[in-house]
């Protein structure tokens, strides 16, 4: 894999883990608003819960592996990695609010009110992100060079 291949991984597995993160912390633990799964009562979901946030962490340190091997070679491509971070980030906001909280039906992002305004903001954030994303994937791009 290229030098810019890579720098696309390691952004992407950034990214999908600061989306879990965030969701994983700001939603299911301080709003309590949801948990991964919530079809089966509070123990199950916070066993999903739990299993979601490990999942993110091992995209975050795998990434961020990547990302520390291409620092070592000097062979990171910095707008990669951003372009890699925004898809990342924005492809699992809009497969979570799309594909896990519509087609499967984990969860819902909030419980007893119009759903509406928060799906919205939900994949709209996400579509941008991965918009974002696409732009920097664009155009040309220099690694960092050795000192």
């Known amino acids: 894999m290229t030098a ?14 600061v989306a879990a993160f965030l969701d994983e912390t ?5 709003l309590h ?12 979901g916070l066993v999903s819960d739990g299993l979601f946030h490990a999942g993110g962490w091992i995209a975050i340190v795998v990434g961020l592996f990547l990302f520390a091997d291409l620092q070592r070679r000097h062979l990171t491509v910095p707008k990669r990695v951003w372009a890699g971070g925004l898809l990342g980030w924005g492809v699992f906001q809009v497969y979570d609010g799309l594909f896990q909280h519509k087609v499967l039906g984990l969860h819902q992002i909030r419980y007893e009110v119009d759903l509406l305004p928060y799906d919205l903001a939900w994949n709209i954030s996400g579509a941008l992100g991965a918009v974002l994303g696409l732009v920097l994937l664009t155009g040309r791009a220099r690694r960092v060079d050795a000192p």
């Open 33 to 44: 608003w949801h948990h991964f799964y919530d079809g089966a009562g509070l123990e199950t």
């Open 4 to 17: 810019t291949g890579r720098s696309v991984l390691a952004g992407v597995l950034i990214g999908v883990g």
């Open 26 to 30: 700001v939603f299911h633990q301080l």
